[in-house]
T-cell receptor
């Protein structure tokens, strides 16, 4: 079993839709969590950190559920420009990246 | 803004050649990392360094070595390139230890023929 698992998708949604991704992790001692966005043939870029209390940045909301060991990313009112691969990162002494979930937003 | 730069965007080398990939960061970050990214396999950590002249093996160090002589520069070396090392190589840096976010360079797409 992988340390960090994501549904690879692809998720194909219409503009304006709400979409949610989950990421499960196996190391219960993990301490920090992030979501990255990676566009095709580009490097990953930090989207947002994930805090125990949850955090929101515009249309994006990240949540952490320590009891069930998963983090989530919710995107509301999807835009065409949200099309990308979303990677979750879990730090438990070292950073472990998920393989990513691909999102395609269609007109 | 943090800037991480890599010496080449695209590189084509022949089997058996020695290959140097260089990475420079301008934010005085302690930690630097080398990953490779392949379709279906995600990002895999090759080596990382948490201080000058310090290095630690990642998940797939075989066939690679690294050098960190200065804090801002972290080099990845393929001693004898092989076709299975054809990949996208990504360098990253982060400030200190304890689970900080990582900042990536633009990547080097290496093809070994």
């Amino acid at each position: 079993r992988k340390e960090v698992e994501q549904d690879p998708g692809p998720f194909n949604v219409p503009e304006g839709a709400t979409v949610a991704f989950n990421c499960t992790y196996s190391n219960s001692a993990s301490q920090s969590f992030f979501w990255y966005r990676q566009d095709c043939r580009k490097e990953p870029k930090l989207l947002m950190s994930v805090y125990s209390s949850g955090n929101e940045d515009g249309r994006f909301t990240a949540q952490l559920n320590r009891a069930s060991q998963y983090i989530s990313l919710l995107i509301r009112d999807s835009k065409l420009s949200d099309s990308a691969t979303y990677l979750c990162v879990v730090n438990g002494g070292k950073s472990t990246f998920g393989d990513g979930t691909t999102l395609t937003v269609k007109p | 803004d943090v800037k991480v730069t890599q010496s080449s965007r695209y590189l084509v080398k022949r089997t058996g050649e020695k290959v140097f990939l260089e990475c420079v960061q301008d934010m005085d970050h302690e930690n630097m990392f080398w990953y490779r990214q392949d379709p279906g396999l995600g990002l895999r950590l090759i080596y990382f360094s948490y201080d000058v002249k310090m290095k630690e093996k990642g998940d797939i160090p075989e066939g690679y070595s690294v050098s960190r002589e200065k804090k801002e520069r972290f080099s990845l070396i393929l001693e004898s390139a092989s076709t299975n090392q054809t990949s996208m190589y990504l360098c990253a840096s982060s400030p200190g230890t304890g689970g900080y976010e990582q900042y990536f360079g633009p990547g080097t797409r290496l093809t070994v023929t």
